[in-house]
């Protein structure tokens, strides 16, 4: 389960993991869950796994099932103190722009998305987007912040999204080696689709 996703799910930090399993297996009782923090293909033959959920950056091998949760949305994050300096994107040259090595291209993409083109600027790379996030929550800069992995600080006022959020293309998805009429994938999918009915629309 990619972290993001994780916080998607309401599930409050430092300690996300204990939450989010606290969280499903509350939803979904007489699952039992064991998270493992991770991206990219999934070794469902090499471990234990029966079902992960991952963003759709990769190629899914033939005969798993595949449902999809929900797009991905992105865009600039800061403090409200900042956003207040960036009225086109032109500004963002103005500020530090923070960089998440989990996904390298995240400020092309939105740039992209958003059709505009980013200014130079000086530029500080995190080795993961919650460590880019709270950077700028602390005022260090501007992050891209996917909708589901900031939600809460946005509805908190912690951080604000001066450009809204742009579909990016892709999307997250349930993928798992049990038959799709399993009854705890059924019981799980329907919990984590009410939960991404909860998230708020991109604007």
């Known amino acids: 389960m990619p972290p993001s996703t994780a916080t998607a799910c309401r599930i409050p930090t430092p300690s996300p ?13 007489g699952l039992n869950l064991h998270l493992v923090a991770s991206g990219g293909p999934v070794p469902f033959d090499r471990e234990s796994i029966d079902v992960a959920i991952r963003r759709n950056d990769f190629e899914v091998p033939e005969g798993l099932s595949v449902f999809k949760l929900f797009d991905e949305h992105i865009g600039p994050v800061c403090t409200p103190g900042i956003a207040r300096e960036l009225r086109t994107p032109t500004d963002l040259a103005r500020v530090q722009r923070l960089n998440t ?14 059709q505009t083109t980013l200014p130079p600027a000086v530029e500080q790379t995190f080795e993961h987007f919650y460590l880019s996030l709270q950077a700028a929550a602390s005022g260090l800069g501007v992050a891209i912040g996917p909708l589901a992995l900031v939600r809460d600080d946005l509805e908190t006022g912690r951080l604000v999204a001066p450009f809204g959020f742009e579909a990016d293309g892709s999307a997250y998805l349930l993928i798992t080696v049990l038959p799709p009429e399993d009854e705890r994938v059924v019981a799980l999918l329907a919990w984590l689709h009410e939960q991404a009915r909860q998230m708020p629309h991109a604007q």
Do not use: F, I, N
């Open 17 to 29: 993991w204990g939450s989010v399993k606290g969280a499903a297996s509350a939803g979904c009782p």
């Open 101 to 114: 090595r989990t996904r390298l291209t995240a400020w092309d993409d939105w740039a992209a998305c958003h």
